[in-house]
């Protein structure tokens, strides 16, 4: 299992490496999810696989070790599915290429560390590895506003990591005070469940809000839409296909894993949080008129609606984040990609001066009618499956058993449902503005289709986006169990 | 007098023998070529041989307790040692250009660590005081080595102004416990030091005087000043070495000596530290000029080292060691790279001679990112592990005031990653039509970064060195 660390052997190489190693990468998420499908129909129970552990710094009680779950088998694969595709979208990278990749490839190794690591400080640097090549991925290839967008994401990120640092140490040692027992090990922390309610409590906002940050909580969202808006193609493909996962998945696996009683405690603060993510973002969406903006906004909206669901603590809600997670992810890919090659030819994203695309350019028009439509949760496609588990499991989670919550969860469900609607206005009005209609601009008519590395990307990830809708239940099978094993340790199943 | 004593002091003694040996060797060579290169390797190779005997010998104490080593002050040795060798070597272009003086150089950089050394393996007050001016007065010297260049004169006098009044301050506090307790011994100050007056007095007094040396804020005055005139070897000398070697002294100290009055001294390195970090933080944002920009980042730097000393805990003195240790790689890193740039452009140290520096030195600026994002914590460089190492050392008592400064501190890693990219987009980002010509760097220069970046990329992930300063803390 050191997944994590191979992908840095193709460092100093160029494309026919970076190739290779995401191919390999694919190839050995691949073998991993079938090897984890095979050790559950085994019967094989533990709550993580492939589990290995080694010390690292002994006086201080820190290891590496590495582990994976349901929901971490499938956040990998979504990685290595995002990075494969990512390496074809920028293929045409001009300036300093090996840079660029060397960059990209250790952005995806903090990602990569992140999702297997089961060691709270092993995570956390691997969260910090993911962080800062961004800074100069935006920053040096980006386009815009890049040199503003990059600092700002870095700094709010890195903000984000500031409060974590301290809830880690504040779990580590309160953890050791009860308990007697001093460790990082995330699933230890977790069995011996001893921190005091009032001292979860104030550590859990700061974990929370750690991760949320990137996880685009309201209002710790606004480097997002300018970080997205600025990265080149491929870095903004990862970022909101995979980075942002990462919050998602931290607040989750750490903060309400490790400090229960605090995630029920205070979910009502960040339930309304989250609400007005995914309203707002829908709502910023419709007004912007640059199609990675747009794009940026509707992330914010989706990923609210990932840490939406987490907080509903219930096994079909949580569920439906990670399905939610990977939807997203593949979409949000295919929908920069297209943006991306659809900037390279014109020039501009402003959606004004594009029209009539699909005449000059049909392949990626029809790809982004195709992104468009999985967007908005059309059955058939990922985005459908994902919200239709999302707002059941929601709406369903605390019947009216005596839970003074509930009729509270409904109420967020039904004003979170709205987005859809939403959604679907700014998904169709960019459709129909930019694809259709007369071409304005002459000088475009002179443009090219897609290119055979970008036909690799788009297609590949519709292919995801479209198996996931059609054939969903292998993936929640493997989520479901894992995140059954967690909200019992949470214990409110 | 039983000499035999002389040899418990074994560090000492072979800097004794090495500052002899560079000396005669100066002497001899006085009129040969070949002067500065057979000495720099000589003082080069009698400082790893310090460094060496340091690690295999057995701490002891002499003379009845007023010298005495322990574990830990015999690695932080031979880390100082080490990082005198950088210096040492990343100071070869410019001492090609002092060329006569290149003995009187080497010689005094071995005397004032001799004076760290003597400090720092202090068992009174006395041995302190005498190994605290051992290292200050050459340090002057070294600061105004630049003869032909005035900065260099007044930031000496800058700072021998201020090492005078803080050494007076220093004496006084001394005094005062002295007053207080009728001795100068650290163990028997710890059995009979109060709460009283007097003696929260003398520690205040004694504190500023160190405070001073480490540049902590409210006896930082002189850093700025000093660190932009006195020549880039020497400043480099001034940020990791003297810095790291005073706060071993104030951390044994207060542990050792001060131990009973933890909640006094607790409050007050709160303060201090919550000052320097932040203040020098905003100071540092403003700067356009290297070297005072770094003498601000020092400042903070040394901010986060005192905040392992705080709570008074056993993981205090290895994180505190540790941090030492990587903040010396890299920011001699930083250092050697503006050294080299500085010969290469007529003395330019301001931050616009590295706009479009990855253009035309993309190696050279590539090692300069890795040390800035060391300094600024990120990983997986050393700088991220020893940042939270002091982390976990300063909220290890479960104090809350102390989850309060540590929080403060954190959200200060997020300024100072803001000035530190600042630099990183000097050279990647910003476009110039006039960037710095590219340049072979010497090999003193290239034999220093591949110390310190070598040490960069492996002092975090590879475990063993944190533990063995571990096994020597405790």
């Known amino acids: ?493 | 007098m039983n000499y035999s004593e002389f040899l418990k002091m074994i560090p000492e003694a072979f800097l004794v023998l090495a500052l002899i040996l560079v000396f005669i060797g100066d002497f001899c060579l006085n009129k040969s070529e070949r002067k500065n290169a057979v000495l720099s390797k000589l003082a080069a190779a009698l400082l790893v041989v310090v460094g060496v005997v340091t690690t295999s010998v057995t701490p002891e104490s002499a003379f009845g307790g007023i010298y005495a080593s322990s574990a830990a002050i015999n690695v932080m040795k031979v880390i100082l040692a080490f990082g005198t060798l950088i210096v040492m070597i990343m100071a070869q272009p410019w001492v090609e250009k002092t060329h006569r003086l290149a003995g009187e150089f080497y010689m005094l950089l071995i005397s004032t660590l001799l004076g760290m050394f003597m400090m720092m393996s202090s068992g009174s007050f006395l041995l302190f005081f005498l190994g605290l001016e051992t290292a200050s007065v050459p340090l002057a010297c070294m600061v105004a080595f630049d003869r032909h260049r005035k900065d260099s004169a007044e930031g000496a006098a800058k700072y021998i102004l201020v090492a005078t009044f803080s050494s007076g301050v220093m004496l006084f506090g001394i005094s005062f416990i002295y007053a207080a307790t009728g001795t100068l011994y650290f163990d028997d100050v710890a059995n009979v030091v109060t709460g009283s007056p007097l003696c929260i007095m003398g520690l205040t007094f004694f504190f500023s005087g160190l405070g001073f040396k480490i540049s902590l804020v409210p006896f930082h005055f002189w850093t700025a000043d000093t660190y932009q005139g006195a020549p880039t070897p020497v400043t480099g000398y001034l940020s990791v070495i003297s810095k790291g070697a005073a706060a071993i002294t104030l951390c044994t100290i207060l542990m050792k000596a001060f131990g009973p009055m933890v909640e006094y001294w607790n409050y007050l390195l709160y303060i201090v530290i919550v000052l320097s970090i932040t203040l020098a933080n905003l100071f540092a944002i403003r700067q356009s000029e290297l070297k005072r920009f770094m003498a601000f980042s020092s400042i903070s730097q040394a901010g986060y080292i005192m905040l392992a000393v705080v709570g008074n805990g056993q993981l205090g003195v290895a994180a505190l060691t540790y941090y030492v240790l990587v903040y010396i790689v890299a920011n001699m890193a930083v250092f050697t790279v503006i050294n080299v740039v500085e010969h290469n452009n007529g003395g330019r140290t301001d931050m616009a001679a590295y706009n479009g520096f990855y253009q035309t030195n993309p190696k050279l600026s590539f090692l300069m990112t890795l040390a800035l994002f060391s300094l600024a914590g990120i990983p997986p460089f050393a700088g991220m592990f020893s940042k939270f190492f002091v982390f976990m050392a300063g909220v290890q008592n479960g104090d809350p005031m102390a989850y309060i400064v540590v929080f403060i501190a954190l959200v200060n890693t997020v300024v100072s990653l803001y000035y530190y990219l600042l630099i990183v987009k000097a050279m990647y980002i910003t476009k110039t039509d006039t960037p710095l010509p590219t340049f072979k760097s010497d090999n003193g220069t290239k034999i220093a970064l591949a110390l310190c970046t070598a040490g960069i990329a492996l002092f975090g992930v590879v475990s063993c060195v944190y533990e063995w300063i571990a096994a020597a803390g405790l």
């Open chain 1, 1 to 493: 299992m050191l997944l994590g660390l191979w992908l840095s052997k193709s460092l100093n190489q160029v494309r026919g490496v970076m190739v290779t190693g995401a191919s390999c990468l694919l190839a050995l998420s691949i073998w991993l999810t079938i090897y984890f499908i095979q050790e559950r129909a085994a019967g094989n129970t533990a709550e993580m696989l492939l589990t290995y552990s080694t010390p690292w710094f002994k006086p201080l009680n820190i290891a590496y070790s590495v582990g994976v779950d349901g929901i971490s088998v499938v956040m990998l694969l979504l990685s290595s599915i995002i990075v494969f595709t990512g390496t074809f979208a920028s293929w045409q990278l001009k300036p300093l290429t090996k840079e660029y990749f060397l960059w990209f490839t250790l952005l995806s190794t903090g990602v990569f560390g992140f999702f297997i690591s089961t060691d709270l400080f092993t995570m956390f640097m691997f969260y910090e590895v993911a962080l800062i090549p961004m800074y100069l991925l935006i920053g040096v290839w980006g386009s815009g506003r890049k040199e503003y967008s990059a600092m700002k994401l870095t700094l709010m990120l890195m903000g984000g990591s500031a409060l974590l640092i301290l809830g880690l140490l504040g779990i580590y040692y309160f953890n050791g005070l009860y308990s007697g027992e001093y460790t990082f090990e995330l699933t230890t922390i977790a069995a011996n469940h001893v921190i005091p309610g009032h001292i979860q409590n104030i550590f859990f906002p700061f974990i929370f809000i750690g991760f949320g940050v990137l996880g685009a909580l309201f209002p710790f969202h606004t480097w997002s839409p300018d970080g997205h808006a600025s990265a080149p193609t491929a870095v903004s493909m990862l970022h909101a296909g995979v980075l942002m996962k990462l919050g998602g998945y931290g607040c989750f696996r750490v903060a309400m894993y490790l400090l229960p009683e605090a995630a029920q405690d205070l979910s009502w603060i960040f339930l309304i949080l989250t609400t007005i993510s995914v309203v707002y973002g829908a709502l910023s969406a419709c007004v912007q008129t640059d199609l990675k903006y747009i794009n940026a906004y509707s992330s914010v909206s989706h990923c609210g609606l990932v840490l939406f669901a987490l907080l509903m603590m219930s096994q079909t809600a949580v569920t439906g984040a990670v399905l939610q997670m990977l939807s997203h992810g593949l979409m949000t890919a295919l929908f920069f990609a297209l943006i991306g090659m659809i900037y390279g030819r014109t020039h501009t994203r402003d959606i004004r001066e594009l029209a009539g695309l699909m005449k000059i350019m049909p392949f990626l028009a029809v790809g982004y009618v195709i992104a468009g439509l999985a967007n908005l949760g059309l059955p058939g496609f990922s985005g459908f499956i994902a919200e239709m588990t999302i707002f059941v499991g929601s709406f369903g989670a605390h019947p009216m058993s005596g839970d003074p919550n509930a009729s509270f969860r409904m109420v967020a469900t039904i004003i979170a449902c709205m987005s859809i609607v939403v959604t679907a206005v700014y998904i169709l009005r960019v459709v129909g503005k930019i694809l259709y209609g007369e071409v304005e601009n002459k000088h475009f008519l002179e443009l090219t289709d897609a290119t055979w590395d970008e036909r690799v990307a788009v297609i590949c990830l519709i292919f995801c986006v479209a198996g996931l809708g059609s054939f969903p239940f292998w993936v929640s099978d493997i989520i479901s169990p894992a995140a059954g094993t967690i909200l019992e340790s949470i214990g409110v199943m």
